[in-house]
């Protein structure tokens, strides 16, 4: 762990270097904080420049990683998938049948994964799959989750079609969708 004073707060980084990165990046992570990646050519001096230049975004976005839930949190140990697959598997099904009473579409499998990066995905072939955190989520946010891949089946997009698909079984999608959105790390 690296530290930085910006603003006149100390702030813990984790500096790691990439082959393939071509320039510096940030990342803030529930559990781990501020993680700087650099390419393998650039010295210490040029990212603490970076990091200064990016103190008022980085203050701002470690104070909230800081107050991220505990269910938002990826542990990442193969023992919680285990514990919680199961669970998810079951709301995931229960979930899909009662919103596509009112959307009719027609998927083909449903299947719970250690997803890092996402919360739900759907294949052009009808298999949608979930993070088994999602029944970790109050019910609230693991309903948009299940209406959001959903609807995939009928755009398979971020269209303003797709998103008026959504917005008739969760009218607040875009509240839900700013909560969990950047929290799943």
Known sequence: MHTIT?????VEYELRTSKRSRGVRLSL?????????????????????????KA???LKHVERIKNTPDYLVHKGAK???????????????????????????????VTVRNQKTRWGSCSRTGTISFSYRIALLPKELADYIVV?????????NHS??????????????RELRAHLRGRLS
């Open 6 to 10: 910006l603003n006149g707060a100390e």
């Open 56 to 58: 008022d975004w980085i």
């Open 79 to 109: 023992r919680e998938f285990e514990k919680h697959k199961d669970k998810a598997l079951v709301l995931a099904h229960e979930r899909l049948e009662q919103f596509n009473k009112f959307y009719n579409f027609t998927y083909k499998k």
């Open 29 to 53: 992570r529930p559990g781990k904080g501020l993680v700087v990646t650099k390419p393998r050519l650039v010295p210490t001096f040029l990212v603490e420049n970076f990091l200064h230049k």
């Open 148 to 156: 959001h891949e959903l609807c995939h089946l009928g755009a398979f």
């Open 160 to 173: 303003r079609a797709f998103w008026a698909l959504v917005e008739k079984t969760v009218p607040n999608h």
